[in-house]
Structures are given as structure tokens and as C-alpha cells.
């Protein structure tokens, strides 16, 4: 199921290597609650479901100054190497100059939400 999401990072990193104002991606619900996660804190401009085919999204991205808002992302947890992190593992987590998202059992949570809420789970990546 997280192959969407690794195949949505890649069309992400290649978007805006190519100056596109939208990309295009399978609609998934787990691509939708991460999208959520990234409009949120402000690193995308929004994503819409395609008027013409239902199951696809287009995602808008964001730029400030003519470079993209998104400057890397790293995945952290691969299928090869899951890390997992305990509630207070995640207070030694610098959530301040990155968005590290984590994969808990109420859903995608950002660390800052996993903080208030006092959960764990997969770390997942990590934005700039």
C-alpha cells in the first residue's frame, strides 16, 4: 500500500524539478490524508480530484521566489528497514526545521500532532 506513496514522492520531486505547476496521481485515501498533511503546513497549494477522471488527483504546487517550497524529501522507513518510534522517542525529534510524518494507528499524524496526542508508530519521511 505505501508503494503509492513512494511512487507520489518521486512525481512530486519531479515536478518541481521541472518548474510544473500541477502534477497528476492515482487517487489513493492514504495519498488524500497525506496531501491533507501537506496542505496543512503549507507546502503544497492544494490538491483536487480530477474533474475528468475521478480516480486521479492533481495536486498544485507550491513555490515561493521561484524555487519549489519542498526542497527534499527523504523517506525514512523503507520496506527493507521499518523504524518505528515510542511517544517518547518522538520528544528527542527536531520537528522544528523539518515535517517529519509518521504512520500511527489514528492515521497519518504529523510529529508535531504526535506530540499533543501522545502517540508513536512508523516514522515515514521527513520534508525541508
Same mark, same amino acid.
Given at each position: 500500500?505505501?508503494n503509492?506513496?513512494?511512487n507520489m514522492f518521486?512525481?512530486i520531486?519531479n515536478?518541481?524539478?521541472a518548474?510544473?505547476?500541477y502534477?497528476?496521481?492515482?487517487r489513493?485515501?492514504?495519498?488524500e490524508k497525506?496531501?491533507?498533511i501537506?496542505?496543512d503546513?503549507g507546502?503544497?497549494?492544494?490538491? @483536487?480530484? &480530477?474533474?475528468?477522471d +475521478?480516480?486521479? !488527483?492533481?495536486i498544485? #504546487?507550491?513555490?515561493k521566489?521561484?524555487?519549489p517550497v519542498i526542497?527534499?524529501i527523504?523517506?525514512?522507513?523503507?520496506p527493507s528497514?521499518r523504524?518505528?518510534?515510542?511517544?517518547?522517542?518522538?520528544w528527542?525529534?527536531?520537528?522544528?526545521?523539518?515535517l517529519?510524518i509518521i504512520?500511527?494507528n489514528k492515521?497519518?499524524? @504529523?510529529? &508535531?500532532?504526535?506530540? +499533543?496526542?501522545? !502517540?508513536?508508530?512508523e #516514522?515515514l519521511?521527513?520534508?525541508?
Amino acid at each position: 500500500m505505501k508503494n503509492y506513496l513512494w511512487n507520489m514522492f518521486s512525481n512530486i520531486k519531479n515536478g518541481q524539478l521541472a518548474n510544473q505547476s500541477y502534477i497528476r496521481q492515482r487517487r489513493k485515501k492514504i495519498i488524500e490524508k497525506l496531501l491533507k498533511i501537506l496542505w496543512d503546513e503549507g507546502f503544497i497549494l492544494g490538491y @483536487s480530484v &480530477s474533474s475528468l477522471d +475521478k480516480n486521479s !488527483l492533481k495536486i498544485f #504546487l507550491k513555490y515561493k521566489n521561484g524555487q519549489p517550497v519542498i526542497k527534499t524529501i527523504n523517506v525514512i522507513s523503507k520496506p527493507s528497514r521499518r523504524i518505528y518510534c515510542s511517544a517518547k522517542q518522538l520528544w528527542k525529534l527536531d520537528s522544528t526545521t523539518q515535517l517529519i510524518i509518521i504512520s500511527t494507528n489514528k492515521g497519518l499524524k @504529523s510529529c &508535531s500532532e504526535c506530540k +499533543k496526542l501522545n !502517540l508513536g508508530g512508523e #516514522l515515514l519521511i521527513s520534508i525541508n
